[in-house]
């Protein structure tokens, strides 16, 4: 999946909060101009208030001072009053302006610093805070410049203040503002950090929903498929990379980037030339990028498909733990273990020395950008050509520019990580379930009457590997049918059928006459209960166990379906009875206990069709007599199906249906089937002499 398609499918799940986003590119637009703004207030208050006193001026005497303010307006030269002395004023000009002619009505007018003293130079204003091949003459009352003379006074420390009286007023104003940026500025970063937090955790919200929603939707061969470490990394590490791209990437990355754009504006506007040297770097990072982003994405995509491999290998050898100590394997699964943890380790600093190479990279150009800034501007400053405010603002903005280059590559390893991780989630949820609902469903009756059929149906679990073969049998309303046969015979095969856990590659399986493909999925599974083998136990009370999605049912129908079977017994012994906590953070029944849990949810669900898949297997015989005779009673006009390998449990059935390797062999009555003598009374007899081996040990 490429980039832009991966981008598509994020965004899309950022779209309803599109409100709170906008929210935060606006707080961080206001961050970013005040961010700017400060390195150019500094500017401004080092050029104009703290070295204006050196800036051009021209002065005339206070009669002529209206005429020459209306000359300087016409000429649109910018110009501000700073002092009167002696009936002189004074006009400070920009110091692009210096050879600005003034006529007959003033004069240029400089102030120069000429070893700790401060001299006004009278017709000439072209000097700067240094001034280079002077020469004082006639007692300091003349100064010789570029081989002409101008008529020079010293000030007074008092003339010094009155010119300066507007600089301390600008630098009061210029401080407040920069205060007030700085404060307005935090408060905003406050308020777009909790933004972007709170719209990560919404964001992540919905992915994870997203996921579990379409796990519960998948048919069993995606699970066959796919170990359930992978797809717990699905849910876990992968979204919470999401998580980091979405509260701190996206908009952090669009206030970088205004950032760059809106630095290179303002440097490009106080100097061309500094600026090109400045960005003699970038050509070399875009290269470096590149490249690094290839790599890095790479590593990405190893270093998760190895957590995956970790994290199933993990949960499978915790589920079987009792197994690995049993065949004493605890030292192999360790080797294994190790291996796997080897190359995660491998992987991971693949990645850090990856990281540990770029990252620095970045900030090594910025340091030779840098020095190419102090050497060039340092020596425009020396001939006067770029004031020592610009240069000194260009210091702030070339860091102010690689900072976000740096925090760019900082990023781009969670960019890349979250990537990766998209590209898995997105591949997750573009895996078509394979058991879907029918276009034009069909109906149908509140209640089935239970007639099942099954008319020429092959099925294979992996391409045509067929686990049943043709297999054709009707069940009548209100009948129970056993299924018998070796295992690996396929009678487990048949029930998933019926539940559309699986498809069938060829035939037809119908309820009630309507092929159960062309039922909603839900509605089929409402009328068919099945009691399973090995059935689960969610976290959670024994009455929520037994309840599950059948809200409206009370404890006490449930302590009562309990009693009617004998059962009662088992749950009421419990710490805390029907309340007692179950699952892995509560009490851990028995494979009998679990079986008996079943078979009253089964009971509660009360549905049209009953299938018990070796339902009794866990149950001591005393116990398995009260549930026949409860099964009995419940099966009556109710279609049962009942998978069973002690075939004692299945010689009241109405029917008994033989299965060999995936074709029915032989199909009656328990009477009928023996009297055959063929597999179904082979089966009969083996297992008799297994329990008069069994009787005599």
């Known amino acids: 999946m490429g980039d832009r398609q991966l981008a598509k499918g994020m965004l899309s799940f950022a779209k309803p909060y599109w409100k709170l986003l906008l929210f935060s590119i606006l707080l961080t637009g206001f961050i970013v101009i005040a961010s700017l703004a400060q390195p150019f207030i500094l500017k401004v ?17 206070q009669f002529k001072a209206a005429e020459v303010k209306e000359q300087l307006e016409n000429k649109n030269i910018l110009y501000k009053e700073i002092a009167t002395i002696d009936h002189i004023v004074y006009f400070r000009l920009e110091s692009s302006n210096p050879h600005f002619q003034p006529g007959l009505r003033a004069e240029k007018t400089a102030i120069v610093l000429i070893k700790n003293n401060y001299y006004l130079v009278h017709g000439w204003n072209e000097g700067l805070n240094q001034v280079k091949g002077y020469q004082l003459l006639r007692n300091n009352q003349e100064i010789k410049i570029s081989n002409h003379t101008y008529p020079v006074s010293i000030l007074t420390t008092k003339d010094v203040d009155q010119f300066r009286t507007n600089d301390y007023q600008g630098l009061i104003y210029l401080g407040i503002l920069y205060f007030l940026l700085i404060i307005a500025s935090s408060v905003c970063t406050y308020f777009q950090n909790n933004t972007l937090q709170f719209t990560g955790q919404y964001v992540i919200f919905d992915f994870r929903q997203a996921i579990f929603h379409h796990f519960s939707q998948m048919s069993m061969s995606f699970y066959r498929r796919n170990p359930i470490g992978r797809l717990v990394t699905r849910v876990t590490h992968d979204v919470e990379s999401l998580n980091q791209l979405y509260s701190q990437v996206i908009v952090n990355l669009v206030k970088d980037v205004l950032i760059l754009i809106g630095i290179l504006f303002l440097m490009l506007y106080l100097s061309v030339k500094l600026t090109l040297i400045c960005f003699i770097v970038i050509p070399v990072i875009g290269v470096v990028t590149f490249y690094f982003k290839r790599v890095l994405r790479t590593s990405q995509r190893n ?37 796997l943890n080897e190359k995660h380790y491998r992987a ?51 860091r102010q520019f690689f900072e976000p280059l740096r925090s760019l590559a900082d990023r781009f390893n969670q ?73 690996g015979a396929g009678k487990s095969s048949i029930i998933q059928l019926i539940n559309r856990f699986y498809d069938n590659q060829k035939g037809i399986v119908t309820l009630d006459g309507i092929n159960i493909k062309e039922v909603p999925l839900n509605e089929l599974r409402m009328h068919i209960g099945i009691i399973q083998q090995d059935p689960f136990v969610f976290s959670g009370t024994v009455f929520e166990n037994i309840r599950l999605n059948h809200r409206e049912v009370s404890d006490e129908a449930i302590i009562k379906a ?16 029907y309340e007692t906590l179950l699952g892995e953070e509560g009490t851990v029944l028995s494979a009998g206990q679990k079986q008996l849990l079943a078979f009253l ?10 299938i018990l898949d070796e339902a009794t297997a866990n149950i001591d015989t005393e116990t398995e007599q009260a549930v026949q005779d409860t099964l009995k009673e419940i099966s009556k006009n109710r279609t049962t199906m009942i998978i069973a390998h002690r075939l004692s449990t299945i010689q009241h059935a109405d029917k008994i249906i033989v299965l060999d390797k995936g074709r029915i062999v032989e199909m009656g009555n328990h009477q009928q089937l023996l009297k055959n003598q063929s597999v179904y009374y082979q089966l009969c007899l083996n297992q008799s002499k297994g329990i008069r081996m069994k009787e005599r040990v």
Do not use: C
Not at 45 to 61: E, F, K, R, V
Not at 327 to 334: H, W
Not at 371 to 380: D, P
Not at 450 to 473: H, P, T
């Open 45 to 61: 208050a080092i050029d104009n208030h703290i070295n204006g006193l050196y800036d051009p001026m021209i002065s005339a005497q």
């Open 303 to 339: 270093l998760r498909t190895i957590l995956s491999r970790l994290l199933s290998f993990l949960a499978e050898n915790l589920s079987g733990m009792s197994v690995i100590q049993l065949f004493i394997r605890e030292g192999r699964q360790l080797e294994m273990f190790n291996e």
């Open 348 to 398: 991971g600093m693949r990645q850090t020395i990856i990281n540990s190479i770029f990252n620095p990279s970045i900030g090594l150009f910025g340091n030779i950008s840098l020095s190419l800034l102090v050497w060039y501007g340092g020596r425009s400053v020396l001939d006067g050509s770029i004031t020592f405010g610009t240069v000194y603002a260009f210091t702030h903005y070339v």
């Open 415 to 487: 960019i890349q990580a979250a990537l990766a991780s998209a590209e898995r989630i997105f591949d997750t949820l573009e895996t078509k379930p394979t058991i879907l609902n029918p276009v034009q469903p069909k109906k149908l009756s509140e209640k089935v009457q239970g007639r099942i059929s099954f008319q020429n149906v092959w099925f294979a679990y992996e391409n045509e590997e067929w686990v049943l073969k043709d297999i054709e049998f009707r069940v009548n309303k209100g009948e129970t049918v056993g299924i018998v046969g070796a295992t």
């Open 562 to 577: 309990a009693k009617a079977v004998n059962i009662d017994l088992f749950f009421s012994r419990l710490p805390q009875g």
């Open 601 to 610: 949810r089964a009971m509660i669900a009360n549905n049209d069709v009953l």
